[in-house]
């Protein structure tokens, strides 16, 4: 796959901005053994057709949960596994695999004329990887990557490395800001795409285990608190059947979710600006902010 480009932020042009944009999200199916090929092949050809839905029903954008490609088990990673918890033996990965999929995503992605936000594995030659949201264009080109930040414990010390860096990308006159996995849980990340003028965060996450601290929950919280469209991606979960794909409106609302049947869907809403705070407003709150933390 090609690296992501240096310019953190991308836009897309267009002469007169349309005052909707048509976002699809997807609660999908999650496996979580990234050295089994033929389960990576069933999670991609999923992948692929929610893009295809998402396209039939209008979709400018799709967005897919954390773990969509593949959320590896840290057992099954573990080189002291599968019964004890230890450093990640990435060699195991079927990395080809995971490549091949990407780029057929992407051509999809071309081919249909929508724009794509998939998470996956991202390899280093010299480290762990990341564990990102690659995003491509309807011409199948990469506009960003954004690297999950705040790794929990297990993923810190054991599977990842964390990312640095916050990323958005700009579509039909609206920008957005990318968050995954337990960046759901920090507050600070959403208030600092706000600084950067988003106007929506995609927030990809896997529901994996029992959690009273979800994303779910954050998630309207977030939007209310930044006035912004926050839209959740997760995995399918048994154990959490009202954990659902959703997007949240600026006024901590959920505008469209996905059913609590704990398989597989699609959901769309038509984002629009009329959320945006006067200048005032959000000098104001950038002010009262810095007094606080200071």
Same mark, same amino acid.
């Given at each position: 796959?090609?690296?992501?480009?240096?310019?953190?932020?991308?836009?897309?042009?267009?002469?007169?901005?349309?005052?909707?944009?048509?976002?699809?999200?997807?609660?999908?199916?999650?496996?979580?053994?990234? *050295?089994?090929?033929?389960?990576?092949?069933?999670? =991609?050809? +999923?992948?692929? /057709? &929610?893009?295809?839905?998402?396209?039939?029903? $209008?979709?400018?954008?799709?967005?897919?949960?954390?773990?969509?490609?593949?959320?590896?088990?840290?057992?099954?990673?573990?080189?002291?596994?599968?019964?004890?918890?230890?450093?990640?033996?990435?060699?195991?990965?079927?990395?080809?695999?995971?490549?091949?999929?990407?780029?057929?995503?992407?051509?999809?992605?071309?081919?249909?004329?929508?724009?794509?936000?998939?998470?996956?594995?991202?390899?280093?030659?010299?480290?762990?990887?990341?564990?990102?949201?690659?995003?491509?264009?309807?011409?199948?080109?990469?506009?960003?990557?954004?690297?999950?930040?705040?790794?929990?414990? *297990?993923?810190?010390?054991?599977?990842?490395?964390? =990312?640095? +860096?916050?990323? /958005? &990308?700009?579509?039909?006159?609206?920008?957005? $800001?990318?968050?995954?996995?337990?960046?759901?849980?920090?507050?600070?990340?959403?208030?600092?795409?706000?600084?950067?003028?988003?106007?929506?965060?995609?927030?990809?996450?896997?529901?994996?285990?029992?959690?009273?601290?979800?994303?779910?929950?954050?998630?309207?919280?977030?939007?209310?608190?930044?006035?912004?469209?926050?839209?959740?991606?997760?995995?399918?979960?048994?154990?959490?059947?009202?954990?659902?794909?959703?997007?949240?409106?600026?006024?901590?609302?959920?505008?469209?979710?996905?059913?609590?049947?704990?398989?597989?869907?699609?959901?769309?809403?038509?984002?629009?600006?009329?959320?945006?705070?006067?200048?005032?407003?959000?000098?104001?709150?950038?002010?009262?902010?810095?007094?606080?933390?200071?």
């Amino acid at each position: 796959m090609p690296e992501t480009p240096q310019t953190q932020t991308q836009t897309q042009t267009q002469t007169e901005p349309p005052s909707t944009l048509r976002l699809a999200v997807v609660q999908s199916t999650v496996r979580q053994d990234p *050295t089994d090929e033929a389960a990576l092949r069933e999670s =991609g050809a +999923e992948v692929r /057709t &929610f893009i295809r839905q998402a396209a039939k029903e $209008g979709a400018r954008l799709v967005q897919f949960a954390e773990g969509a490609l593949c959320f590896p088990s840290k057992y099954v990673m573990s080189e002291l596994g599968p019964d004890e918890l230890g450093p990640s033996d990435w060699t195991k990965a079927q990395w080809h695999v995971l490549d091949e999929e990407l780029s057929s995503i992407a051509a999809l992605s071309a081919e249909l004329g929508i724009w794509t936000a998939i998470p996956s594995l991202h390899r280093q030659p010299d480290a762990r990887p990341h564990n990102s949201l690659y995003v491509f264009n309807d011409q199948g080109t990469l506009v960003t990557r954004y690297d999950e930040r705040t790794l929990s414990t *297990t993923k810190l010390n054991y599977m990842y490395t964390p =990312g640095t +860096e916050p990323k /958005t &990308f700009d579509l039909d006159g609206f920008r957005f $800001g990318l968050a995954v996995g337990m960046d759901a849980h920090i507050p600070e990340i959403f208030i600092d795409y706000v600084r950067r003028d988003a106007d929506c965060v995609l927030l990809s996450y896997a529901t994996s285990g029992i959690t009273k601290d979800n994303a779910a929950a954050a998630t309207p919280a977030h939007a209310v608190l930044n006035l912004i469209w926050v839209s959740l991606a997760v995995s399918t979960n048994p154990d959490l059947p009202n954990t659902t794909a959703g997007i949240a409106t600026p006024t901590g609302e959920w505008a469209t979710q996905c059913p609590p049947t704990a398989t597989p869907a699609l959901t769309t809403h038509d984002l629009h600006l009329d959320h945006r705070l006067p200048d005032l407003a959000r000098t104001w709150r950038t002010l009262a902010r810095s007094r606080v933390t200071s």
